[in-house]
């Protein structure tokens, strides 16, 4: 007899707006709503390594909101891309302990996109540090990671919103966090946003052509903050818990729903 399922989350890319994924992870961990497995592309891969790594949420919160640009943005002369990355991936291991994925309590796979060939790269062994630098690369603003015969960047390209990942994983239920802006009315204030902003348009594109196969959609309405917004990372975290909030009964009535059909597996 099946207890409950195994429940997967996939967590988008989305930039500044990502930090909304906090705020549903909060409100999942208050109503311990389990998660099993996490896959996330871009920034939803650096939210998903912390969360996995079992980092208090308040203490990730609290230095989110007081992370100064200098302490993860290092400017290097344009070649591939602005920022080296060599400050983001230090900070990442520094938070991850220096741990691998196949060490963390809670399965990750972490997508990312060969420049290359365009085809997705999931990672879910090796150093965390180094998959989660890839995945967040996005392309002209980071440097690309080359890697065996790839050159890997920002696993929103391929892939933003990774369901297929955690099914793969081996997730029964599966909660999709999406930040993607359905908003045509976009603030964009520097070359980044409009990098950030040609690659949601792509992104909106390829993801009107696929099939969401979620248990659950959380979609945080956070349209109207720039990619590169990182001063409103309160007020995305804010947002990610008002999308979930009002809809836990229906969640929670789905995951029962879902135990009920299966408990004789």
Same mark, same amino acid.
């Given at each position: 007899?099946?207890?409950?399922?195994?429940?997967?989350?996939?967590?988008?890319?989305?930039?500044?707006?990502?930090?909304?994924?906090?705020?549903?992870?909060?409100?999942?961990?208050?109503?311990?709503?389990?998660?099993?497995?996490?896959?996330?592309?871009?920034?939803?891969?650096?939210?998903?390594?912390?969360?996995?790594?079992?980092?208090?949420?308040?203490?990730?919160?609290?230095?989110?909101?007081?992370?100064?640009?200098?302490?993860?943005?290092?400017?290097?002369?344009?070649?591939?891309?602005?920022?080296?990355?060599?400050?983001?991936?230090?900070?990442?291991?520094?938070?991850?302990?220096?741990?691998?994925?196949?060490?963390?309590?809670?399965?990750?796979?972490?997508?990312?996109?060969?420049?290359?060939?365009?085809?997705?790269?999931?990672?879910?062994?090796?150093?965390?540090?180094?998959?989660?630098?890839?995945?967040?690369?996005?392309?002209?603003?980071?440097?690309?990671?080359?890697?065996?015969?790839?050159?890997?960047?920002?696993?929103?390209?391929?892939?933003?919103?990774?369901?297929?990942?955690?099914?793969?994983?081996?997730?029964?239920?599966?909660?999709?966090?999406?930040?993607? =802006?359905?908003?045509?009315?976009?603030?964009?204030?520097?070359?980044?946003?409009?990098?950030?902003?040609?690659?949601?348009?792509?992104?909106?594109?390829?993801?009107?052509?696929?099939?969401?196969?979620?248990?659950?959609?959380? =979609?945080?309405?956070?349209?109207?903050?720039?990619?590169?917004?990182?001063?409103?990372?309160?007020?995305?975290?804010?947002?990610?818990?008002?999308?979930?909030?009002?809809?836990?009964?229906?969640?929670?009535?789905?995951?029962?729903?879902?135990?009920?059909?299966?408990?004789?597996?």
């Amino acid at each position: 007899m099946m207890s409950r399922p195994k429940v997967g989350i996939a967590l988008s890319a989305g930039a500044a707006r990502g930090f909304a994924h906090l705020g549903v992870l909060k409100v999942l961990q208050e109503s311990k709503i389990p998660i099993d497995y996490i896959a996330g592309s871009s920034i939803g891969s650096f939210i998903g390594a912390l969360y996995s790594n079992g980092l208090d949420l308040e203490m990730v919160k609290h230095l989110a909101m007081h992370l100064k640009r200098k302490h993860w943005v290092d400017v290097t002369l344009p070649g591939l891309g602005f920022i080296s990355g060599d400050k983001m991936q230090a900070l990442t291991k520094l938070l991850t302990h220096h741990k691998n994925l196949e060490d963390l309590p809670i399965p990750l796979a972490v997508v990312t996109t060969d420049l290359l060939t365009g085809k997705k790269v999931v990672f879910q062994k090796g150093p965390i540090a180094d998959a989660v630098r890839a995945s967040i690369s996005v392309p002209g603003v980071f440097q690309p990671v080359p890697y065996q015969d790839k050159l890997l960047v920002d696993g929103g390209v391929a892939d933003r919103l990774p369901i297929s990942v955690v099914r793969d994983m081996g997730a029964d239920f599966i909660i999709a966090v999406d930040v993607l =802006s359905q908003s045509h009315e976009v603030q964009v204030n520097n070359i980044f946003d409009v990098i950030n902003q040609a690659i949601t348009i792509m992104e909106r594109q390829i993801l009107e052509q696929q099939e969401l196969t979620a248990d659950f959609l959380v =979609s945080p309405e956070v349209g109207d903050i720039a990619p590169t917004a990182f001063h409103r990372v309160e007020e995305c975290i804010r947002r990610g818990e008002q999308a979930i909030r009002p809809n836990l009964a229906v969640l929670l009535d789905k995951l029962a729903h879902w135990q009920g059909e299966n408990k004789h597996e």
